[in-house]
């Protein structure tokens, strides 16, 4: 499976974007999916990941009740719906698909980054 990620954009703090990470292939629904984003300066961390159907999300604490994850298996698409940004989450944003260990993400494919800013 590829993955391409675009919605990445320049917000205000408190505005919201939504990324969506479109995938080719056909095992695209064997993948548990995941967002994970990298600050200048600082490592890729974790934001969120959902299993293979969308009955199990997990969230970053940092993100939780503002950042929502959603996957159309038929459009082989996981969007990360954010809102109520702040600057700190400006980072750029990576899609990955995976598999879940332990109910943790562990990646295995990953799509290119997309930027986000956000402006205080």
């Known amino acids: 499976v590829q993955l391409q990620a675009s919605g990445g954009g320049l917000v205000q703090a408190g505005g919201s974007l939504r990324l969506s990470c479109a995938a080719s292939?056909?095992?695209?629904?064997?993948?548990?999916m995941g967002w994970f984003r990298q600050a200048p300066g600082k490592e890729r961390e974790f934001v969120a990941h959902?299993?293979?159907?969308?009955?199990?999300?997990s969230y970053a604490d940092s993100v939780k009740g503002r950042f929502t994850i959603s996957r159309d298996n038929a459009k082989k698409t996981v969007y990360l719906q954010m809102n109520s940004l702040k600057p700190e989450d400006t980072a750029v944003y990576y899609c990955a698909a995976g598999y879940l260990v332990a109910a943790k993400m562990s990646p295995e494919i990953w799509g290119q980054g997309t930027l986000v800013t956000v402006s205080s």
């Open positions: 959902i299993n293979w159907n969308g009955a199990s999300t």
């Open positions: 292939g056909r095992t695209f629904i064997s993948y548990a």
